[in-house]
């Protein structure tokens, strides 16, 4: 878990997110991080409950990741630590390979349990900062 060159092959690689806990208001976390990651190349997918079927950074949001018309190569998780354990459950019953939980949000629990899965875990790191950080030389595919 968190080791660099997971972080790094999860965002070299990853071309479609669902982002779970996406609000719709542009001054939280989850809605400008998101937007970052659409002006940066990625496919995102809103997976929130109470917005199902609005309209989220210009893409329909999903009531869970079971209602998503793909499967995405990534989930962002912008909820508390006590939904961890569900989302984790829902990713190993979809085959979903990689989880990553913003920063702040920590369950070691549900990340042990992922990995032990076979899901790969990124746990209370910001994806927006680490794109950044890592710089888009490092996040070219490999060919």
Not at 20 to 43: F, M, N, R
Not at 49 to 62: I, K, M, T
Not at 74 to 95: K, Q, S
Not at 126 to 132: K, W
Request: proline share 8%; charged share 15%.
């Amino acid at each position: 878990m968190n080791e660099p060159d997971l972080l790094c092959s999860m965002l070299r690689d990853s071309k479609t997110i669902a982002v779970i806990g996406l609000s719709a208001d542009p001054a939280k976390p989850s809605h400008y991080v998101s937007e970052y990651l659409q002006q940066h190349g990625y496919k995102i997918f809103p997976v929130n409950s109470s917005l199902a079927g609005a309209a989220v950074l210009g893409e329909p949001s999903y009531a869970s990741l079971t209602d998503l018309p793909i499967k995405p190569d990534l989930v962002n998780v912008f909820r508390p630590p006590a939904a961890i354990p569900a989302i984790v459950d829902e990713m190993l019953a979809l085959g979903l390979p990689n989880l990553w939980i913003q920063l702040g949000i920590v369950n070691n629990e549900a990340a042990q349990h992922a990995e032990q899965g076979g899901i790969h875990v990124v746990m209370d790191h910001c994806i927006m900062v680490e794109h950044r950080s890592l710089g888009a030389g490092k996040l070219q595919s490999k060919s």
